[in-house]
């Protein structure tokens, strides 16, 4: 099975001026899957950002004359984008389309949907979304993707900030007291000859019980006067 496929900018774009497109592409697979690869724009200027993106199809994959997306993710980009050697005609839909993905066309060589992962994003969760992005046995939409992100994103802060709440916590001291175990009565803490066992407390072998109103017991007969002589 063949790998995902990272592209950098050719050294023309370079000198043009236009970053290293950050650009992940996924491995031929049948069925196609509903991503073709991931872009991770260095801003949201579309004029600035494609193309870097434009040059890399067209050395590579087919010369890129069109493209659609959604007006919400670019609501400045006009219709008509100039790219190092030629332009490229945008179409731009307020509905019906993901807001997540951009869709290239080259005449006579095909199409492909990227996932665009907005700017802004931490690099561990881009390269996260690029990895997924192109993995064959993953079958999201963008807007998919993006969503499973972002849950995966606030489960690991809500799990940062409570361990950082319960350090602060037992840093202050509240942190609950340890209660001593339980210790099992010992020989040693038996209770002397003659001496009655604790409230609730059986009495040790050998104790004699004590007698409500009278004298205590001594060897198990009551003691009484000496008998005359």
Known sequence: MNAPVDHQSSPEA?????????LRLRPPT????????AWWPRSADLMRELPSLTDLFDTQ???????SG?????????????????????????????????RLFAYGVGRWDLL???????PASAAR????????????????????????????????????????????????PRLPRPRDRSF?????AGEAPAAGEAPAAGDAPAHEGGDPAIGGVRAGPDPPA
């Open 14 to 22: 370079e000198r043009y001026g236009h970053p290293g497109a950050r």
């Open 30 to 37: 049948f069925p196609p899957g509903p991503l073709d690869g």
């Open 61 to 67: 994959r087919g010369r890129v004359s069109r493209i």
């Open 70 to 102: 959604s007006r919400r993710s670019w609501p400045d980009a006009p219709e008509l984008l100039p790219v190092t050697g030629h332009t490229v005609k945008a179409a731009w839909f307020v509905s019906g389309v993901d807001p997540y993905r951009i």
């Open 116 to 122: 665009v992962i907005p700017s802004s994003t931490e």
């Open 129 to 176: 979304l690029m990895t997924a992005a192109t993995d064959p046995h993953h079958r999201l939409t963008a807007s998919a993707l993006m969503a499973a992100e972002e849950r995966h994103t606030a489960a690991g802060s809500e799990a940062a900030y409570e361990r950082s709440s319960e350090g602060r916590w037992e840093g202050e001291g509240g942190a609950s």
């Open 188 to 192: 040693a803490d038996a209770p002397a």
